[in-house]
């Protein structure tokens, strides 16, 4: 915080359940739980406002719940078109945890997708407009990545896209390439 000349920040997650070195022994769900415990300190002096995790699944979470006093707040997960990830989407809305989805144009893959190119031409929208409208349709908060301004501009007019219910469909199902990630058998 001293760093960034903060006196508090808004959001601060554990970016992975179990880093590799973590694995041996299941050591990530002690270390989860010592770090939950100092983050929930943090929150509860005000020096963050919420506390979150990323990339865990509902086994990931089952373990933090053994010794957390704070639910997380949110959950942020690569969720696109053609990357939903159903048990931890159905887990976190049953415990009230918002989704954060990242890679919401599925990191640049849905830009070559037909079918989401058709949906976008009918609506008058570009293809990122339309994810970003199915990410907010299904109750995601999306977290979009651009470094070019006229497009981190123009993905702003996402609001108020009414999808149908064919059409959100076809988006939850297109097949993709990248799909989710395998947390527990990542290389890191
Ligand atoms: N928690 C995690 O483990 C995790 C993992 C990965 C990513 N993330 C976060 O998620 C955020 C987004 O993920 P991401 O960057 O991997 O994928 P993404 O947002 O799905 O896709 C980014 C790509 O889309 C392009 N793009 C954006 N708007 C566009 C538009 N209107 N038209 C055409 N292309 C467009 C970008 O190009 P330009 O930038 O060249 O415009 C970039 O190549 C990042 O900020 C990252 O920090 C989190």
Redesign the pocket.
Known sequence: MEKLGLDYLDLYLI?WPNPKPLRENDKWKTRNAEVWRAMEDLYKEGKIRAIGV??FLPHHLDALFETARVIPAVN?VRL?PGVYQEEVVTYCREKGILLEA???????EL?DKKEVQEIADKHGK?V?QIALAWSLAEEFLP??????AS?IK??LDCFGIELSKEEREVLKTISVISGAPRVDEMDF
């Open positions: 970016h990323s990339n942020q696109a990242w890679g919401p144009f599925g990191q640049g830009f570009s990122a977290l979009p990545k651009s470094v070019t497009r123009s993905n």
